[in-house]
């Protein structure tokens, strides 16, 4: 059953967006998803048992933003800073010192940095926005450090895949998206 499955599926019935999969028969896949400017990829291993078919990936990095530097200061705020190469990117960056309590999140300034009052840290969350499932607690090492540099990892964009799996169908696949919330997506084989 699984070299007739080996082929491109291709998302159906959604407005300016395009995602699909592409099944090789040795077992591997590669996944993809724009919307607008923005792309996102994945790849690993498929398999099928009892008409389902089932990706796995490696394993998600464990954190998706990387701790560069901290430092203590004399200033009267904790600041967060991002050091990314494309300044376009910053405002999609949000953060909070409340391990992502809701209401505690603030956005990055077009300059790369965010200022909270002057407090100990324990803890860093932050979240891209293109990427709102990958959103990260960093622990700090240094509590009465007020300074924080990060950079993404650069597998940020990257999807991962943990037993995802989708109905064998007539034609093609069926089930849910990786990305979107519902379960009713179509990927018909081209």
Same mark, same amino acid.
Not at 5 to 21: D, K, L
Not at 64 to 75: E, F, G, I, K
């Given at each position: 059953?699984?070299?007739?499955?080996?082929?491109?599926?291709? @998302?159906?019935? $959604?407005?300016?967006?395009? /995602?699909?999969?592409?099944?090789?028969?040795?077992? *591997?896949? &590669?996944?993809?998803? =724009?919307?607008?400017?923005?792309?996102?990829?994945? *790849?690993?291993?498929? *398999?099928?048992?009892?008409?389902?078919?089932?990706?796995? !990936?490696?394993?998600?990095?464990?954190?998706?933003?990387?701790? @560069? #530097? !901290? *430092?203590?200061?004399? !200033?009267?705020? =904790? =600041?967060?800073? %991002?050091?990314?190469?494309?300044?376009?990117?910053?405002?999609?960056?949000?953060?909070?010192?409340?391990?992502?309590? +809701?209401?505690?999140?603030? &956005?990055?300034? &077009?300059?790369?940095?965010? $200022?909270?009052?002057? #407090?100990?840290?324990? /803890?860093? !969350?932050?979240?891209?926005?293109?990427?709102? +499932?990958?959103?990260?607690?960093?622990?700090?090492?240094?509590?009465?450090?007020?300074?924080? =540099?990060?950079?993404?990892?650069?597998?940020? %964009?990257?999807?991962?895949? +943990?037993?995802?799996?989708? &109905?064998?169908?007539?034609?093609?696949?069926?089930?849910?998206?990786?990305? @979107?919330?519902?379960? $009713?997506?179509?990927?018909?084989? #081209?």
């Amino acid at each position: 059953m699984e070299g007739g499955i080996a082929g491109e599926y291709y @998302m159906e019935g $959604q407005r300016e967006m395009a /995602s699909g999969f592409l099944l090789r028969p040795d077992g *591997s896949f &590669q996944f993809f998803f =724009t919307y607008g400017a923005m792309d996102r990829f994945g *790849s690993g291993k498929w *398999s099928v048992k009892d008409s389902r078919v089932t990706f796995n !990936s490696r394993v998600k990095p464990l954190y998706d933003y990387v701790l @560069m #530097q !901290s *430092s203590a200061n004399s !200033s009267d705020f =904790t =600041t967060i800073k %991002m050091d990314v190469p494309n300044p376009a990117l910053l405002r999609h960056v949000f953060c909070s010192l409340q391990k992502g309590v +809701e209401g505690s999140w603030e &956005q990055m300034s &077009q300059e790369g940095d965010i $200022q909270f009052p002057k #407090q100990e840290v324990e /803890s860093v !969350s932050l979240l891209f926005e293109f990427c709102p +499932e990958r959103f990260s607690i960093i622990p700090v090492h240094h509590p009465g450090h007020n300074e924080f =540099t990060f950079r993404f990892e650069p597998t940020i %964009m990257e999807v991962f895949f +943990e037993i995802f799996s989708l &109905q064998v169908d007539p034609g093609g696949l069926s089930g849910r998206h990786p990305l @979107m919330e519902g379960d $009713q997506f179509r990927y018909p084989k #081209q």
